[in-house]
């Protein structure tokens, strides 16, 4: 089983060819993936419209690198899978109907696919996880932490009442006068700074309530670097490490209730995991702090290679080819239209963003 895979959720323009014999684990034949943070730089986050119009330019060049460096021909396909949603619309709508249109010209079958579920399904990709496991995801537009049952059944347990954590991360880069993004440059920051000068809020630590809260530890922050101005290169490198710090306390403390959940729900699981993806799972203090935890719980501690954290398009091929071993890919894709919010868990009630579009969270 192979098939082609095409992202174009946000500010990655990404094609892969994921193969799956049935015996062997599965392989990645290609994963091409083209980075927009240059033409984004400059507005210190991404900007939609260039998003779009960068994903029209290069995605049919992305596509056809992935099917040369896969060694496998378009015929050889069985199935085109394109993210859907959640994401930028204008991107969505320029994957989608690319994937549309190749699946016609190759008489192959459509998949669509949410963009989450990619992030949900990778370790199974790379780890060749067992379900049930614990999945957090923490990126640029999301925070939840998801109890992944089998393919298609997945349980919000917990999401942000406010700012996903790589926003967070991103605010508190411009506010320092820090280049975009503002995850990566954020922890090199903090890397000389003191983690204890700011005493930061640690949102929702000890909290009944489940869920993540990050607007006023951004709020802090900004208070700090106000109260300072003008901030030195240290002032900048301690804000980061507090920053930096607070944020690892209150994850720590929010997945450590899901652990004890999980272990609850799921007492047969004798080998249970927490899955971490995202691009801020990439962030060593946060991914060291979560590690410690799981140790301690007795979870394995499983992170997708960074390549695969981020958005990339061999999350999406692999959960098409999820779909159809399941026997669940969408008989109607061709008709599928691109969804700017599009919860992975549909039965949780939205805590935030509920309106004509859908769910936010």
């Not at 095409?6 to 323009?13: G, K, P």
């Not at 300072?228 to 306390?249: G, K, N, R, W």
Request: hydrophobic share 50%; proline share 6%; net charge negative.
């Amino acid at each position: 089983m192979r098939v082609l895979g095409i992202e174009t959720s946000c500010d990655e323009t990404a094609a892969s060819v994921v193969a799956l014999d049935g015996v062997s684990a599965p392989e990645i034949l290609s994963n091409v993936v083209l980075s927009q943070i240059e033409e984004h730089a400059a507005f210190g986050g991404v900007v939609p419209e260039i998003a779009a119009r960068a994903h029209v330019e290069a995605l049919d060049g992305i596509v056809e690198a992935a099917l040369e460096d896969s060694k496998v021909s378009l015929d050889e396909v069985d199935a085109i899978a394109a993210t859907a949603g959640p994401g930028l619309v204008g991107g969505l709508i320029v994957g989608l109907m690319t994937a549309k249109a190749i699946a016609a010209a190759a008489n192959k079958p459509l998949i669509a696919i949410n963009h989450l579920e990619g992030h949900a399904l990778t370790a199974r990709l790379t780890d060749g996880l067992d379900f049930p496991y614990l999945l957090l995801l923490v990126s640029g537009g999301h925070t939840q932490i998801v109890a992944v049952r089998s393919v298609g059944d997945y349980q919000r347990w917990a999401t942000t009442i406010d700012d996903a954590l790589g926003e967070a991360f991103d605010k508190t880069a411009k506010m320092l006068g820090l280049p975009y993004p503002g995850g990566p440059n954020v922890e090199k920051a903090a890397a000389s700074g003191d983690p204890r000068r700011f005493a930061f809020p640690r949102p929702m630590k000890g909290s009944a309530q489940p869920d993540f809260s990050f607007s006023g530890l951004k709020t802090a922050v900004r208070q700090a670097a106000t109260a300072i101005a003008p901030l030195s290169d240290q002032d900048v490198a301690d804000i980061c490490a507090s920053f930096q710090a607070a944020v690892a306390d209150a994850l720590g403390d929010r997945v450590a209730r899901a652990l004890a959940r999980f272990r609850r729900e799921f007492p047969r699981q004798v080998k249970p995991a927490l899955v971490v993806a995202g691009g801020v799972a990439a962030n060593r203090t946060i991914k060291a702090t979560l590690e410690a935890l799981c140790s301690q719980a007795g979870f394995a501690f499983v992170a997708p290679p960074q390549k695969l954290c981020t958005d990339n398009a061999a999350m999406i091929a692999w959960a098409g080819i999820e779909r159809l071993r399941a026997g669940i890919a969408d008989e109607n894709a061709a008709d599928f239209v691109p969804r700017s919010r599009w919860p992975l868990d549909s039965v949780s009630a939205p805590l935030v963003g509920s309106g004509r579009r859908g769910a936010k969270a």
